[in-house]
């Protein structure tokens, strides 16, 4: 019987047996992504593979030119370690970035190394004068590239409501978008396209090259123009129905503040944006002659101790907030980002907020990332690069 199912079912055994070639082939690319170099027996005993496996799985990587051998490292015993290490400066992504006020473009490697970048102001803000933008802004970029260098495809992305399934952009206030079709605002220019919100991007970028690498549980709080934050669970990021998992507008600071469209007070969203905070400061009278920009105001009270209580105010808003999610999804991690959580106090203030009380809220770590100003291009590049590491030889033509 069991002889007889495995005659008829050859075919399907052939393609299940090419299914798991291809995600050994995945698995190994991807450790080599996240821990750096390491020698087959090493690969083997952390993927649970035969050093076979290892050793058929990694020449394919070494023929396709993604992997290749490091330095033999003197063993304590035995022969030396000959590691495996990736090669992926010639395989790059273009990254772009719809802002607010602003379009950001970059080149990026598959192992998350910014080959260059360039900011464009919105000239218009329909979808189409912003399509016309992001191929002046590509076309720049792409200029005189080495022709070493294979681009895999184009990652964007953009705040606001985004329900990348039927790959339309709900909501996006800034440039008053209703219900843009993503390629209306993102040009074919011949390379595959990935589009998804930037905080569900931003996420993906940390488990790939940032602080949550190799995690496969966690929440990042995004904190600037806009609020909103993304789940990554086993390994996944989440996106909800229509995309509009990460909302955290209308969380509760359990503070009582100004009241909220949504008709409640309390709200996250009134106290914890950049523009909620710079109305505060010069309410506060912080600084004397006020500022548009947080960077601006850092820069020009960034001594004042009343800058500073208003940071550590709103680091607690958001930590008690933050509690809510802890609750509910109980992640290993939070990663807090956004130009604000860069404030001396604010790291310190979140967690404690967050840390406060009982219950699982109490035991989730926190990290701050370390993507800088260039988070916007890393999430978006990140895109394309987390699919590339789910089955490099998809993209490996030559090699399929
Ligand atoms: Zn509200």
């Given amino acids: 019987m069991a002889h007889t199912d495995f005659r008829t079912n050859d075919r399907r055994s052939l393609a299940i047996s090419d299914d798991l070639r291809r995600g050994n082939i995945a698995a190994i690319a991807r450790a080599l992504l996240l821990e750096g170099p390491l020698a087959r027996a090493e690969l083997a005993q952390k993927l649970s593979l035969t050093r076979a496996t290892v050793t058929r799985a990694a020449a394919q990587l070494i023929d396709v030119g993604l992997v290749r051998e490091g330095e033999a490292r003197r ?18 992504v273009i990254a ?5 006020v602003e379009l950001r473009a970059g080149i990026i490697d598959i192992e998350g190394r910014i080959i260059t970048h360039d900011v464009l102001r919105y000239e218009g803000t329909s979808p189409a004068a912003v399509s ?10 792409t200029e005189g590239m080495s022709p070493q260098m294979t681009i895999l495809g184009m990652g964007a992305t953009i705040g606001g409501w985004v329900d990348p399934h039927s790959q339309t952009i709900i909501r996006f206030d800034p440039l008053g978008w209703r219900d843009v079709n993503f390629v209306d605002a993102i040009p074919d220019l011949g390379y595959p ?8 991007g931003i996420a993906v970028a940390e488990s790939l090259f940032g602080v949550a690498r ?15 934050s993304a789940s990554v ?5 989440q996106r909800g129905v229509r995309g509009g998992a990460g909302m955290i507008d209308h969380l509760p600071t359990g503070r009582d503040h100004p009241s909220c469209v949504c008709g409640q007070s309390g709200c996250l969203g009134m106290v914890a944006t950049d523009q909620a905070i710079l109305d505060a400061a010069r309410a506060g009278g912080i600084p004397n002659g ?11 009270s960034g001594e004042d101790a009343r800058l500073s209580a208003l940071i550590r105010e709103r680091a607690a808003d958001f930590g008690r907030a933050a509690r809510v999610i802890a609750q509910l999804r109980a992640p290993e991690l939070f990663v807090i980002a956004g130009l604000i959580t860069t404030h001396s106090e604010y790291e310190r203030e979140f967690r404690r907020a967050l840390h406060t009380g009982a219950g699982v809220a109490a035991d989730v770590e926190v990290r701050r990332s370390e993507f800088g100003g260039l988070a916007t291009i890393e999430a978006s590049a990140a895109l394309v690069i987390d699919d590339y590491y789910r089955d490099p030889m998809a993209f490996e033509a030559s090699s399929v």
């Fill in 290 to 300: 006020g500022v548009d920009s947080l960077r601006s105001l850092f820069r020009e």
């Fill in 132 to 141: 016309m933008l992001v191929r002046r802004a590509v076309a720049g970029l």
């Fill in 233 to 237: 669970w086993g390994g996944s990021v």
């Fill in 193 to 200: 396209r990935w589009f998804d919100q930037i905080v569900r």
């Fill in 96 to 100: 772009v970035h719809l802002g607010a």
């Fill in 75 to 92: 063993a304590t015993s035995g022969r030396p370690m000959v590691p495996l290490e990736l090669d992926g400066s010639r395989r790059v």
């Fill in 214 to 228: 190799g995690h496969q549980d966690f929440v990042v709080l995004w904190s600037g123009h806009i609020l909103g």
